[in-house]
C-alpha cells in the first residue's frame, strides 16, 4: 500500500484530524459521550492506519517500539499514581475530592487525570497489538524488519549483563 | 416507533449470528462478525446507552475485527473444516437456554422505570452527579470515579493483555538467526 | 495511619509494580520488585488477618464513596486467611522462579513473566478482598489473562494450546459469573455484596435468582476446577512452566474455592444455597466421585507433573466435599484444606521444578535412580508426597481428620470411610514415583543436586507442611473462626 | 417501551446460546474466538437492557430532561467491552504461536501432531 500516491495524500491530511477528533473525545468526555477508552482506540487507529499506509518500518521510526512498551505501563502507574497521591493528602485510594480546592474541583482534576491515564494505555496498547501482529507477519515474509529488532535485542542482552 | 426499531434490530441480529455459524468462510464470518457489532452498537443507541455504542463500534467492528483479519492473514486459514454437528453440545446450550428463558418469567420487564435494578442505587447516581461531582456525563462519574476502581481494574487487563501479546509474538532469538541465514 | 489503607494497599503495590517492570526491563530489578512487593503484600495480609480475627471485620471504601455507591473492600478472618495464603505462597515460589524461570524460559522476555505474576497477584488478591460482586470479575479476568500468559511460557510447544483451552474455557466461566451478576443486579438494583445478602431474600423465591445462582455456581466451578469442569486443568498444569505451576496449584483454585464459600454462605444464605438449591447433595456426590475418579486417573499416568495435576482435581474434590458437609466442621475442613493444600502441592510442584532442572524430564522412567542422584529433592517430594497422602504429623493429616469427623458428626461413617480408602489411591501413585526413585538403577550420565536457590524455598514449604502439621492449633483457629463467620455464627 | 415486555432478553438468550455453541462445535480455533466474542456481546446486550428506563433519554444531564436510562449497566457493559477485546487479542496472539508451530489452526489436525496423553 505504500506506493498508492491517492492514499498517502488523502492519509496525511486526514491522520492529524483523526488524532485531534481522538484528542477532543478524551477531555469533552465529561461532557458527552466519550472519554479516555474511546479516545485511546481513536488515536492508536490514527496511528495505526499511518503504519498501514506509510509502513511499519516508518512508523517504528516515528515512534519506536520501545517508547510504545514505556508508555503502556506509563498510564496505568498514572492512574494508581493518582490513586496513590489521594492517599498521601489524606483521603481513600482514588478519593479524588482531597485533590483540589474544593471536592468537585478535585473531581474534576481527577477525572481529567484518570482518563488520561485510559486514554495512554489504551492508545498504546492498540499501537503495540498493531506492531506485534504486523510485525510477526513481517518476519513471515522475511522483512529486513527483523534488522530492526536485532538493535533491539542487543540492547537488551547488554542491559541485561 | 424505539421499540420497533428495536425489534427490527434484534431480529437482524439473531440472523447476522445464525449466518456467522453456518458460514465456513472464515473470511466471511469475520466481516460479518464486524457488522454484528456494529448493528450491536446501534441497539445500545436505541437503548440510550450511546457511550457503550461508541465503545462496541470503535472496539467491536473496529479493533477486534481488525484483529481477526491480521490473524487470518497470518495463519493464511481461509475455510473452516468441515465437521458434523454433533447432538450433545446442541442439546446442553438447548437445555441452557430453556433454563434461561424458564428464569426470564419472573423478570421485570424491559423499560420497566419501577423495576429494582433501575430504583436503588441508580437514581443516586443522577442525583449526585449534579450535586458532588458536576459533570454533565453521568456515565463519565460513575466509570471514573464512583467505580474508579472497576476502571483502574479495567485499564489493567488492558495493559495485561498488551504485555501478553508482546511477549507471544516478539521474536525468539534461535529461531530467527536460522531464517536469516537461510536469506 | 497507613494502616488504615492496607486492604488496599495489598492489591496496590503489585499493580504499581506490574508496569514499573515494563519500564525496568532489567531481569534482576524486576525479580527483585515483584519478590519485594510480594514480601510486602504478605506482611499486610498477616496484619489484616490479625486484625480480622481480633477486632472484626475491616471495610474500606474505595474513592471515598460510601458503599452500595462506590465499591468497598471488606476484609473477614475468611478472605484475610485466603490473601495470606495467596500472598505467602507468591512470595516463597517468587524466590524459587529467579533460578528456575530463567532456566525454563531464557532470559529475553523474563521481565515480561514478572510483569504478568504481579498482575497475577494483583489479581488473585483483589478477588479475594472486595465486597464488589462486579469487581469480582473484573479482578478475575487481570488473574485469568496474566495466567494464560504465564502458562504459555512453558517449554514445550503443548503449553500453547493448553494455555488456549484454558483461554476458552476460563471465558466462559468469567462469562457465566457476568450472566449471574447481571441477574442478580436486575432482581436487587445493587452489586454491593453485603447489600446483595440483605436484598436477596426478598426475591429468592424467583426464578431469576435461581438462574443467577446456577450460573455463578457453574462460572466459579469452572474456575476452581470442580469435577467435571476441570478439563483445562491438566494440562494447563502440566505444561506451564514450574515455577508458574507452583504458584498457581497454591493460589488461582483457592480463590476460586473462597468465591464459591463467599456467593454461598454470604451473599445467598446457607439455607438459599443448600436447602432451596438442594446444592450439598450434588457437592457430595461430586466430590466423592472426583476424589476417586481423579486419584485413578492419576495412578495411570506417566508424566510425574501431570500425575499431580490430577491430584490436584481430586484434592479440589476434598474441599467440595467439606463445603457440602455444610457444617461448622465441615466447612472449617474445607478452608483448612485451603491452607494444607497449597502448601503441598506448592512444595511438590516445586520439587517437581528441581527434578526437571537437572533432567530435563518428567516422566516416570526418566526419574529412575533419582533417589540418589538427588537426595534432598527427592527427600523434599517423599515427605510432600505423604502430607498428600495425610500421615499423621503433616498437614495433610489435619484436613483430613477434620472433614472425617464432620463426616462423623452427620454419622455418615461410609464417607469417613471413603476419605480414608481415597487416600490409599494417593499411597498408589506416590508410591510409584518413590519406587522409580529409589529401587531402580540410575542411568549412568552425571546427575547433581539441583542448586540451593531452588531446594532452599522448597524446604522451607517441607518444613511448613510438617510445622504446621504438629503445631496445628494455629491454622485450626483461623480456620473455624473463617467458618463461623461464613455461616454466620459468630 | 414497556411493551417489548420480555423481547430483548429471549433474542439475548438466543445470541448466547448461539454464541456458546460455536465455542464448543467448532474445531477452528480462529471461529471459536468469534463464537466468544457473539456469546460475550450478547451479554453486554442483557445488561444495557436491564438498564433502559422507558421515555428516558441518555444519560447525560441536560436541561428539560426529566428521565435517564440507568447509567450503572453502561459503565459496566464499558468496562466488560474492554476485558472481551483483551481476551480476543491475546486469544488471537496465542493462535498465531499455535499456527507457527503447529502449521494450522484446527483443533482437530493439532492434536493429531501431539497427542495428549
Given amino acids: 500500500m505504500e506506493h498508492h500516491i491517492v492514499l498517502r495524500v488523502v492519509a496525511k491530511s486526514f491522520i492529524p484530524v483523526i488524532l485531534l477528533f481522538a484528542l477532543y473525545v478524551q477531555f469533552h468526555g465529561d461532557y458527552g459521550p466519550g472519554g479516555g477508552f474511546q479516545a485511546g482506540v481513536i488515536f492508536g487507529s490514527g496511528i495505526i492506519l499511518y503504519a498501514l499506509i506509510f509502513g511499519l518500518q516508518t512508523t517504528k521510526k516515528v515512534l519506536p517500539q520501545s517508547i510504545i512498551h514505556h508508555m503502556t505501563g506509563i498510564g496505568v502507574l498514572l492512574y494508581a499514581g493518582i490513586g496513590v497521591l489521594s492517599l498521601i493528602r489524606g483521603g481513600n485510594f482514588l478519593d479524588y475530592s482531597v485533590l483540589g480546592a474544593t471536592p468537585a474541583a478535585g473531581q474534576h482534576i481527577g477525572i481529567m487525570l484518570i482518563e488520561l491515564g485510559v486514554g495512554v494505555t489504551v492508545a498504546f496498547v492498540m499501537v503495540s497489538l498493531f506492531y506485534s501482529f504486523a510485525g510477526y507477519r513481517q518476519k513471515d515474509l522475511d522483512d529486513p524488519a527483523a534488522e530492526d529488532d536485532d538493535e533491539q535485542d542487543s540492547i537488551e542482552k547488554s542491559d541485561q549483563q | 416507533m424505539e421499540a420497533l426499531v428495536d425489534l427490527a434490530l434484534l431480529a437482524l441480529l439473531t440472523v447476522l449470528a445464525i449466518g456467522i455459524v453456518r458460514l465456513r468462510s472464515l473470511f466471511g464470518a469475520a466481516m460479518l462478525f464486524g457488522i454484528y457489532s456494529l448493528l450491536c452498537a446501534l441497539i445500545f443507541v436505541v437503548l440510550d446507552a450511546v457511550d457503550v455504542a461508541f465503545t462496541e463500534a470503535a472496539v467491536g467492528a473496529g479493533i477486534s475485527t481488525i484483529l481477526i483479519l491480521s490473524t487470518l492473514s497470518i495463519t493464511g486459514a481461509r475455510l473452516e473444516v468441515k465437521h458434523s454437528r454433533p447432538l450433545i453440545p446442541f442439546l446442553i446450550t438447548a437445555a441452557i437456554g430453556a433454563a434461561l428463558i424458564y428464569a426470564s418469567l419472573d423478570m421485570p420487564l424491559v423499560g420497566d422505570p419501577n423495576a429494582p435494578a433501575n430504583l436503588h442505587v441508580a437514581p443516586e447516581y443522577i442525583e449526585g452527579t449534579r450535586t458532588e461531582v458536576q459533570i454533565p456525563n453521568v456515565v463519565t462519574a460513575v466509570l471514573a470515579s464512583y467505580r474508579g476502581y472497576d476502571t483502574l481494574g479495567e485499564v489493567t487487563v488492558i495493559f495485561t493483555a498488551g504485555v501478553g501479546v508482546l511477549c507471544l509474538l516478539s521474536r525468539r532469538r534461535p529461531r530467527r538467526k536460522t531464517t536469516r541465514r537461510g536469506s | ?490 | 417501551m414497556t411493551y417489548i415486555g420480555l423481547y430483548n432478553y429471549w433474542i439475548v438468550f438466543l445470541l448466547m446460546m448461539t454464541g456458546l455453541y460455536v465455542v464448543i462445535v467448532s474445531t477452528n480455533l480462529i471461529k471459536k474466538i468469534i463464537g466468544l466474542n457473539i456469546f460475550q456481546t450478547s451479554v453486554f446486550i442483557l445488561y444495557i437492557s436491564i438498564g433502559k428506563v422507558a421515555g428516558g433519554t441518555a444519560p447525560i444531564l441536560a436541561e428539560g430532561y426529566k428521565i435517564y436510562s440507568n447509567p450503572l449497566p453502561h459503565v459496566l457493559i464499558l468496562t466488560a467491552i474492554v476485558v472481551g477485546v483483551a481476551t480476543t487479542a491475546l486469544g488471537l496472539a496465542l493462535i498465531v504461536r499455535i499456527h507457527s508451530e503447529y502449521g494450522s489452526v484446527d483443533e482437530e489436525k493439532i492434536y493429531q501432531n501431539d497427542p495428549v496423553d
Fill in chain 3, 1 to 490: 495511619m497507613i494502616s488504615t489503607h492496607f486492604p488496599v494497599l495489598q492489591v496496590a503495590l503489585p499493580l504499581l509494580a506490574a508496569p514499573a517492570c515494563v519500564v525496568f526491563r532489567q531481569a534482576t530489578v524486576t525479580w527483585l520488585l515483584a519478590l519485594s512487593v510480594s514480601c510486602i503484600s504478605f506482611l499486610i495480609s498477616i496484619s489484616l488477618l490479625w486484625q480480622a480475627y481480633s477486632t472484626g471485620e475491616i471495610r474500606y471504601e474505595l474513592g471515598g464513596w460510601a458503599a452500595p455507591w462506590g465499591i468497598e473492600y471488606k476484609v473477614d478472618v475468611v478472605n484475610a486467611f485466603v490473601l495470606v495464603i495467596v500472598s505467602g505462597m507468591s512470595s516463597v515460589v517468587l524466590v524459587y522462579a529467579r533460578e528456575s524461570l530463567r532456566y525454563e524460559l531464557g532470559i529475553r522476555r523474563i521481565h515480561l513473566a514478572y510483569t504478568g505474576w504481579l498482575l497475577c497477584l494483583t489479581g488473585l488478591l483483589g478477588i479475594t478482598v472486595t465486597g464488589d460482586a462486579f469487581n469480582v470479575f473484573v479482578f478475575l479476568e487481570i488473574s485469568s489473562l496474566s495466567s494464560y500468559l504465564l502458562i504459555s511460557l512453558g517449554p514445550d510447544r503443548r503449553a500453547l494450546t493448553a494455555a488456549f483451552q484454558y483461554l476458552v474455557m476460563g471465558t466462559i466461566g468469567a462469562t457465566f459469573i457476568l450472566i449471574g451478576v447481571g441477574l442478580l443486579y436486575m432482581m436487587t438494583g445493587t452489586l454491593n455484596m453485603a447489600d446483595l445478602s440483605e436484598r436477596i431474600p426478598a426475591v429468592s423465591h424467583t426464578t431469576t435468582v435461581h438462574a443467577a445462582f446456577a450460573f455463578l455456581a457453574l462460572g466459579i466451578a469452572l474456575k476452581a476446577a470442580v469435577f467435571p469442569l476441570h478439563y483445562w486443568l491438566p494440562n494447563a498444569y502440566t505444561y506451564a512452566p514450574s515455577a508458574v505451576t507452583a504458584f498457581m496449584a497454591a493460589s488461582a483454585t483457592k480463590v476460586s474455592i473462597y468465591l464459591l464459600l463467599r456467593f454461598f454462605f454470604d451473599i445467598f444464605s446457607e439455607s438459599f444455597s443448600l436447602r432451596t438449591m438442594r446444592l450439598n447433595e450434588i457437592l457430595l456426590i461430586m466430590g466423592v466421585v472426583a476424589i476417586f475418579s481423579m486419584s485413578l486417573v492419576a495412578i495411570y499416568q506417566h508424566n510425574v507433573k501431570r500425575m499431580l495435576a490430577y491430584s490436584s482435581v481430586a484434592q479440589v474434590g476434598y474441599m467440595v466435599l467439606g463445603i457440602g458437609l455444610a457444617s461448622p466442621t465441615g466447612i472449617t475442613a474445607a478452608i483448612l484444606h485451603l491452607f494444607n493444600h497449597a502448601l503441598m502441592k506448592g512444595a511438590l510442584f516445586m520439587a517437581l521444578g528441581c527434578m526437571f532442572y537437572r533432567i530435563k524430564s518428567l516422566e516416570l522412567n526418566d526419574l529412575a535412580g533419582i533417589g540418589r542422584t538427588m537426595p534432598w529433592t527427592t527427600m523434599a517430594f517423599v515427605v510432600g508426597g505423604l502430607s498428600l497422602i495425610g500421615v499423621p504429623l503433616t498437614v495433610g493429616f489435619v484436613s483430613k481428620w477434620y472433614l472425617i469427623l464432620a463426616a462423623l458428626e452427620r454419622d455418615w461413617w461410609w464417607l469417613a470411610v471413603l476419605v480414608v480408602a481415597s487416600s490409599l489411591l494417593a499411597v498408589v501413585y506416590i508410591w510409584r514415583v518413590v519406587e522409580a526413585a529409589y529401587f531402580k538403577p540410575a542411568p549412568n550420565t552425571e546427575v547433581n543436586e539441583a542448586p540451593l536457590s531452588l531446594l532452599i524455598p522448597t524446604w522451607l514449604l517441607i518444613v511448613a507442611n510438617v510445622y504446621f502439621g504438629i503445631n496445628a492449633q494455629l491454622t485450626i483457629d483461623f480456620a473455624s473462626v473463617a467458618a463461623a463467620d461464613l455461616l454466620g455464627l459468630r
